[in-house]
């Protein structure tokens, strides 16, 4: 299954930053989850149950306790002992790497102003990852040029986004699914929004 239609199963991916956030995101609509904190061990087990569910489950690297975020051995951890679906970075030789190996591979951009916004393009566009997590991402503005300029290439909104009106903002901008951390916003569907 290509990224961009395991994205489209549900336009929320529960964003995780604790163990009970993470029991909620199992129990909730949401077809994907971003793990955005705690440790290995903690990974491991949210990644057995998400499995169970047939749920997707990435990692941001930089975010979990125990794994390293420059060594691309870790990578290898989070396919061959974790089960992680894939990994969220901002570094492009783990993008790189990701892909070769056969993990799904999405590019964390934090677009703070327009120089962010040309370099977040053009790495990109040179990279060619498997998606493009954009932050903030209640700026319908940003996610049009990135949708935009990258057609064929999902974009996650991530960040800042609060309500439904924001969820929906942000999807009738060209974003593909957003990542947010409020379950009370895990189980919208695409009709709800």
Do not use: C
Not at 52 to 80: A, I, M, N, P
Not at 87 to 114: C, M, N, Q, W
């Amino acid at each position: 299954m290509t990224l961009l239609h395991r994205l489209a199963q549900s336009p929320i991916i529960a964003a995780v930053r604790s163990e009970e956030a993470g029991e909620l995101a199992l129990a909730s609509g949401a077809a994907n989850l971003f793990v955005m904190d705690g440790t290995v061990d903690a990974v491991v087990r949210l990644a057995k149950a998400a499995r169970s569910q047939s749920k997707g489950l990435f990692v941001h690297l930089d975010l979990v306790r125990g794994l390293s975020s420059t060594d691309k051995e870790s990578l290898v951890l989070l396919r061959d002992w974790i089960g992680a679906d894939g990994v969220v970075t901002p570094k492009a030789h783990l993008v790189k790497e990701a892909k070769r190996i056969g993990l799904y591979a999405i590019l964390h951009l934090f677009v703070i102003d327009s120089r962010a916004l040309s370099a977040g393009l053009s790495l990109a566009e040179s990279l060619r990852p498997d998606a493009v997590e954009i932050m903030p991402g209640a700026i319908p503005k940003i996610i049009g040029a990135f949708a935009d300029a990258l057609p064929d290439i999902p974009v996650v909104a991530s960040g800042l986004i609060d309500n439904a009106a924001e969820a929906a903002a942000a999807l009738n901008a060209g974003a593909t699914s957003l990542s947010v951390s409020s379950p009370s916003l895990w189980a919208l569907t695409h009709q709800e929004l």
